[in-house]
């Protein structure tokens, strides 16, 4: 059994987060709740209003503890953060057909993953991947030994 922890705190907080109906655009996509949208406005619309569009984002940052009211505002980083964060995790799945980012209110779908389709295996996630990402993923695979031995991604720190 691998250790989904920070995976499962992220499917929790989310589930209610979309169940609370506090953040305009957050919804579920599906009845059975099995897939939802998540708002993905670009900050450089003219419309951008960061109170509102960012609210998701902000929350997960403060949720993380890694914004508390008084710090300065990183809209981007805190979409980047949950972005990743959703990419990352075992527990979620883009939907890309049902996604719509060129409107005047854009949105991402993600799909949850029922925890008997998850593989804890990272190699056969990498094998599911198309071809660039498997190639990526067989990158950070390898492991650099760095100063005590800590792991480094291709693509940054693990």
């Known amino acids: 059994m691998c250790d989904r922890n920070g995976g499962r705190r992220l499917r929790q907080w989310l589930i209610e987060q979309i169940d609370s109906s506090m953040y305009p655009g957050l919804i579920w996509e599906t009845e059975e709740k099995s897939m939802f949208r998540i708002p993905w406005k670009h900050a450089g619309k003219q419309d951008y209003n960061q109170e509102v569009d960012a609210s998701i984002f902000k ?6 503890g890694k914004f508390k009211e008084g710090d300065k505002a990183e809209p981007a980083t805190w979409k980047t953060r949950l972005r990743c964060a959703l990419n990352k995790s075992p527990d979620f799945e883009e939907v890309t ?4 980012l060129d409107i005047s209110e ?4 993600y799909r949850i993953v029922p925890e008997e389709e998850q593989k804890c295996n990272y190699r056969l996630r990498a094998l599911r991947l198309p071809g660039a990402a498997r190639s990526a993923a067989s990158q950070r695979a390898r492991v650099w030994g760095g100063r005590g031995h800590h792991r480094v991604w291709a693509h940054g720190f693990s």
């Open 97 to 100: 057909d049902r996604s719509q």
């Open 106 to 109: 854009p949105y991402k779908v």
């Open 59 to 64: 929350a997960w940052a403060v949720f993380k």
